[in-house]
């Protein structure tokens, strides 16, 4: 079972070792604009799949969101680890929203 710490290192080694033929080295030969692109679609089935009754058609499409999302972020230069230590920094925290007037009136 792959975890996404380990994808992430795994993305980020095709980046620095190509793979000639493989779909990463194709995305990062493309560039950010395609890797964008793919992020959007990702998203949105993802979106679609949760609407739907196959549970598995939401893995499905999670997964491949999960994995552009960690080329994404490759090509940015953004580490893993930065993204574990935002989250860690948001851990225990009441949403922002709290600071937001109550809607009684729609």
Do not use: C, W
């Not at 996404?4 to 980046?15: A, D, H, I, N, Q």
């Not at 190509?18 to 793919?38: A, V």
């Not at 998203?43 to 799949?49: D, F, G, H, I, Y």
């Amino acid at each position: 079972m792959q975890d996404l710490e380990e994808l992430y290192k795994l993305v980020l080694g095709r980046k620095s070792n190509p793979k000639k033929g493989s779909y990463t080295d194709y995305l990062f030969t493309k560039g950010l604009d395609k890797i964008l692109k793919k992020v959007g679609e990702e998203s949105t089935e993802v979106v679609v799949a949760a609407k739907n009754p196959d549970r598995n058609e939401l893995i499905y499409e999670t997964a491949d969101l999960l994995y552009h999302l960690m080329v994404l972020l490759v090509e940015q230069g953004v580490s893993y680890d930065e993204i574990k230590k935002e989250l860690a920094g948001r851990e225990g925290l009441m949403s922002k929203t709290k600071d937001r007037p109550e809607i009684k009136d729609l």
